[in-house]
T-cell receptor, first 109, second 115 residues
Framework: GQNIDQPTEMTATEGAIVQINCTYQ??????LFWYQQHAGEAPTFLSY????GLEEKGRFSSFLSRSKGYSYLLLKELQMKDSASYLC??????????FGRGTSLIVHP | EADIYQTPRYLVIGTGKKITLECSQT?????MYWYQQDPGMELHLIHY???????EKGDLSSESTVSRIRTEHFPLTLESARPSHTSQYLC??????????????FGPGTRLTVL
């Protein structure tokens, strides 16, 4: 099975940088996903890491260390619209992602 | 923008009713999924499909059934709805050929209330 742990809630200031951590334990690993979910809406894909290292995509970056069972999502130049829940999901042996509870990010002016 | 659709978007029904939640995608994806999500909680996988005539149960037993007769269509049926089924139901698909094979695209969801 899989166990995914991420902080429940984080707050940050507009324009700042925030790092959302995710640790996982899994039997079989086929990649780690980050999704963004605004309240009342469906999740939207942000990133997918299958190899160790940092993947950068605009203001968002995602890092993976498979040996440590650890990933983080880095958000730069925070905007108010970045207030959302950020879901870490791990693809197991069957490639079916298992989702964590998500981290609710609140961005203040 | 993802081409995955769910109907109805909102549904309020009485206990014991049989309901079907519809999900269709026009991306030709082979994999499709149904998730249940309560407010502030994680997504729980109910059913998934690897392709036509393939269906598997997920981690959450929700007393529902699915079918996959066509690639684009993956309906979810509750034979007898109960108040415990009140939740948001999200359909997703994956399997694109443009380098996004593992990325899941989600539909807008169906918010179900069982009285």
């Amino acid at each position: 099975g899989q166990n995914i742990d991420q902080p429940t809630e984080m707050t940050a200031t507009e324009g700042a940088i925030v790092q959302i951590n995710c640790t996982y334990q899994t039997s079989g690993f086929n990649g780690l996903f980050w999704y963004q979910q605004h309240a009342g809406e469906a999740p939207t894909f942000l990133s997918y890491n299958v190899l160790d290292g940092l993947e950068e995509k605009g203001r968002f970056s995602s890092f993976l260390s498979r040996s440590k069972g650890y990933s983080y999502l880095l958000l730069k130049e925070l905007q108010m619209k970045d207030s959302a829940s950020y879901l870490c999901a791990v693809g197991g042996g069957s490639y079916i992602p298992t989702f964590g509870r998500g981290t609710s990010l609140i961005v203040h002016p | 923008e993802a081409d995955i659709y769910q109907t109805p978007r909102y549904l309020v029904i009485g206990t014991g009713k049989k309901i079907t939640l519809e999900c269709s995608q026009t991306m030709g994806h082979d994999k499709m999924y149904w998730y249940q999500q309560d407010p502030g909680m994680e997504l729980h996988l109910i059913h998934y499909s690897y392709g036509v005539n393939s269906t598997e149960k997920g981690d959450l037993s929700s007393e529902s059934t699915v079918s996959r007769i066509r690639t684009e269509h993956f309906p979810l049926t509750l034979e007898s709805a109960r108040p415990s089924h009140t939740s948001q139901y999200l359909c997703a698909s994956s399997g694109g050929i443009a380098g996004d094979y593992n990325e899941q695209f989600f539909g807008p969801g169906t918010r179900l209330t069982v009285l």
